[in-house]
């Protein structure tokens, strides 16, 4: 069936569209844990006129907060190309019940 095979084509691209992403994501996740601004980058006025420690706890914070999500890209992007290759898998396992001539079972009936 020349519409499933566009379908599967389509979704095995995509498929490695996501690994791709997951392979550019990696280093930059893995450059995140690395980031530090000392407190000096958040305050370079008088000493004791502005609390750069909180600011630079918030800085921390958000790093952290980065730092978690562009990991979790890297698995879930990962995730995303195992499910449409499994999907791909299933359509082609499961080609011959797709291809079943459906006015066979929904066509005009003479009888009972």
Do not use: C
């Amino acid at each position: 069936m020349a519409d499933l095979k566009f379908v599967t084509e389509s979704l095995r691209d995509e498929g490695k569209k996501w690994v791709h992403f997951a392979d550019k994501m990696n280093p930059v996740a893995a450059k995140a844990d690395d980031l530090f601004l000392g407190v000096t980058a958040f305050w370079i006025g008088e000493p004791g006129m502005v609390d750069a420690t909180i600011l630079q706890s918030s800085y921390d914070d958000f790093q952290k907060f980065m730092a978690s999500a562009l990991k979790a890209a890297v698995v879930e992007f990962g995730q995303i190309a195992g499910a449409l290759n499994r999907i791909v898998n299933a359509y082609e396992k499961n080609d011959q019940i797709i291809e079943l001539d459906l006015n066979q079972i929904y066509g005009a009936r003479t009888g009972p």
